[in-house]
């Protein structure tokens, strides 16, 4: 019998995944990829000798013993299994540059906290308790687990409905006016976010469950991309799919840029939702939920600005991340900043000359100001990145006397370089309700209605995050096997 065949469209982790799980289970599988290299979204970039990362932050399933961590094992990701784990998960500074750091094992926590606000203790208490529900389970593994399993694993529903208030909100149970001010930032400056998974994230740190794989993101990707070849899979580069061809009510394979089609007898796109729904499949297969969901993408992009800087400055004893509140407010782009969130690689040699550093700013931005600017006024556009930069350095200078006289590399990603590389460029809300929190922590591979052979999966079809995408992957291809009765057979790298 002639093995099922399918494309998949992205070379995202999501794409990427879904490709290893189908050649392990003996599917004939094949990527389309507009780039030149694997990764979308989860990427890193090289100039005058530094790599400037685009992605992890944190990486859940680092320990053994996690199902996250075997699926990295299965999908090769981590072949030197070398992973960094800083000893912050950042450091928040005020106007004045007192210090909240928010250390990664909870004891230290816990006494740094009530060395800052003593009158807290009772709250500390609580917070830090909550961060120890989360040092044996990880949330981010739910796409991999039964409701049963589920259920059993973590705090109950009511427990983690009660912690699903946002950062800032939960913030009002400190008096200490220091720790209100700075508490609702230490997640990424993601002050809407449900605690418990920012509590989720703490407690793994701390466990040693979340790290950062050394070398960045992109080697990570390339890892995984090498799998997919050693198992015999094809990716095909500078691959634009243009449309997805229809037969009947099925999906039947692509046409490509160049005018190329290809056959098969299912469709996987990683690629944007956006883009795969209307602009793919040309808006044909849509019912009112889901005209409702897509129908007009998020205008907001959150970390949509990424300025590198690589330095001839150690870091090497600088918090992995801080979030800076500034003395005077300064305007970026579209928008006024009162702090800066600032990634620090010290923590990984391997990324900068010796001696040397990558500082990275996030910045949250709006789409259509750039993508204005882009197609508007090019020179404008180029002008504007190039005074985001030089403004961050004057404010930078401030904590970091000398910098710009360091600076010996820099780069300005846009929401628009997002989409030029990616296909991405409204990146992702970070304002989460409790249960869309626990919508998108489940994270199913979706499908169309009226359309058969056809899934979407992927970080804008609800996957959360890198785990979340590969997650989906392989749930597609475990559902994929059983409807086509073969067996689903992952192997360990
Ligand atoms: C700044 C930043 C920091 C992040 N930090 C973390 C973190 O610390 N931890 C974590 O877990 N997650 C993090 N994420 C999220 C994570 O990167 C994404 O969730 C994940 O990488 C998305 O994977 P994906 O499968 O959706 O594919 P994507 O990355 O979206 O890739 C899609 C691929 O499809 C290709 N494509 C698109 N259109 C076409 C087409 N028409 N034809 C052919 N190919 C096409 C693109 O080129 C791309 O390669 C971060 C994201 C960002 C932006």
């Known amino acids: 019998m002639a093995k099922t065949s399918i494309i998949i469209i992205g ?109 807290d203790a009772q709250a500390i208490d609580g917070y830090i308790k909550s961060a120890r529900d989360f040092t044996n389970v990880d949330l981010l593994e ?163 600005i990424q300025v590198s800087f690589g330095v001839n400055r150690d870091l090497s004893k600088e918090p992995r991340a801080i979030v800076l509140f500034l003395k005077t407010p300064v305007k970026i782009a579209d928008r006024e900043h009162d702090r800066l969130d600032l990634e620090l690689f010290g923590y990984d040699p391997s990324l900068a000359p010796a001696g040397k550093s990558v500082i990275k700013v996030l910045l949250n931005t709006s789409y259509s100001f750039w993508k204005e600017l882009y197609y508007g006024d090019h020179e404008k556009y180029q002008a504007t990145k190039a005074q985001v930069a030089e403004t961050l350095l004057d404010a930078l200078e401030v904590r970091f006397p000398d910098i710009k006289s360091q600076v010996e590399a820099s780069d300005v990603a846009t929401p628009m370089t997002m989409e030029r590389y990616t296909g991405v460029g409204q990146g992702f809300e970070n304002k989460l309700g409790f249960f869309d929190s626990m919508a998108l922590l489940k994270g199913p591979p979706k499908t169309l209605p009226g359309l058969r052979d056809f899934y979407m999966i992927g970080a804008s079809a609800g996957g959360a995050g890198i785990p979340g995408c590969a997650a989906q992957g392989r749930n597609l291809i475990q559902k994929i096997c059983k409807q086509k009765k073969t067996a689903f057979t992952p192997t360990k790298s």
Not at 31 to 40: A, D, L, R, S, V
Not at 153 to 161: D, H, V
Not at 260 to 285: E, N, P
């Open 142 to 304: 739910t796409p991999l687990l039964t409701r049963g399993a589920f259920a059993k694993r973590f705090p109950s529903f009511f427990k983690l409905a009660r912690l699903g208030k946002p950062m800032k909100t939960y913030a009002e149970k400190f008096k200490d006016p220091f720790l209100r001010k700075t508490f609702p930032t230490i997640q990424y400056d993601w002050t809407d976010v449900p605690v418990f998974l920012h509590l989720n994230m703490l407690g793994n740190c701390h466990s040693k469950n979340y790290g950062v794989p050394a070398g960045g993101s992109l080697d990570f990707s390339k890892a995984i991309e090498q799998r997919y070849r050693r198992l015999g899979g094809d990716v095909e580069y500078n691959a634009y799919v243009k449309d997805i061809l229809v037969e009947g009510n099925r999906a039947a394979g692509v046409r490509l840029a160049d005018g190329t089609t290809c056959q098969a007898d299912i469709v996987i796109s990683d690629a944007y939702a956006y883009t795969t729904i209307f602009t793919m499949l040309g808006g044909q297969f849509l019912n009112d939920k889901i005209r409702k969901q897509y129908a007009k993408p998020s205008d907001s992009a959150t970390m949509g």
């Open 11 to 119: 070379a995202g982790i999501g794409g990427l995944s879904a490709g290893c799980y189908a050649q392990m289970s003996n599917l004939n599988s094949r990527i389309f990829e507009m780039h030149n290299q694997p990764g979308g979204q989860c990427t890193a970039w090289k100039r005058s000798g530094y790599t400037f990362d685009g992605c992890i932050h944190h990486l859940a399933g680092c320990k053994p013993g996690y199902l996250l961590y075997l699926m990295w094992e299965e999908l090769g990701a981590l072949p030197n299994k070398q992973i960094i784990f800083p000893q912050d998960m950042c450091q928040v500074e005020d106007e004045h540059g007192k210090a909240f750091t928010v250390y990664t094992d909870l004891d230290r926590l816990e006494q740094h906290m009530k060395e800052l606000a003593p009158q």
